[in-house]
């Protein structure tokens, strides 16, 4: 196994850690309609492939990245899992049936639905996550991390990932070159703004503003608008893969994901303006 540099390497597991670790809470939310959470456990990192009983997944990755990533849940994980799938169905029961083989494909296949823009999202370019099977990885990890996963009702859920080095390779790349900056564009630069004092700052913390996010925009004619009905269709300038924009007072101050939370959508921030162009947004 080739030790990839350390400054590349980092950016690489944290990356994924994200993807997969709000992925991961986020599937099992719609499954068991409890909310999750998740942890990265203090462990050392994953070498080599766990030689323990439970669930293997293995996905493919393209063309923004190029490679596989495996996915293990121990057994006691599993029969978490499967529970939680055949809904109090006994594992025993079920462990062979169709129906069981078709909810656990059916739930790593809602994993790739969900992963796969975040992954867009992360690299700037495009990434396809393809479930293959429940089956174990024929490589050796060029790395790896473990996650614990939790429900309000649900014990803690460990899971391993597992990255072969064409992905690592891959993945290193497009860190090294996604920009770390949050891009603004033209129309939405501002002049930044002095940062009020430490001691004045706390006068404005309870200030209420109104923050709204923005999927796309349509310039229509009035004779569009005036002829919209129940079904019409309106179709934006942004695509489903893009990033939707955090405003405040008309001005961007964040970017992200569109995720589910409780029944409410939500957004996860992937891109975030600097504190002062923020506090811009504070003037009138």
Known sequence: MTPAPPDHEESVIRMFQEVWSSSICQVLSEVSGEEFDSRIPDSDPISGKDELPGIWA????SPRLVGEIGLFIPESGAKQLLGLLTRGVPHEAAEHSDHLRDAVAGFFRRLTEVASPILKSE???EVELEFHDVVPPSWEPAFGFRLEVRGRKTPPLGICVISDERLAKSARAACADRALSLPISEGDKVTPSPVPEKDNIGLLLDIELEATLRFGEREMLLREIL????????ELDRRVTEPVELL???????????VVLDGNYALRVTQIASPADRMSSLRN
């Open 58 to 61: 293995l996905f493919s990755v």
């Open 123 to 125: 690299t700037k370019g």
């Open 227 to 234: 002829s919209l009905n129940s079904g019409s269709v309106i």
């Open 248 to 258: 405040v007072r008309g001005k961007v101050v964040a970017r992200g994901d569109v």
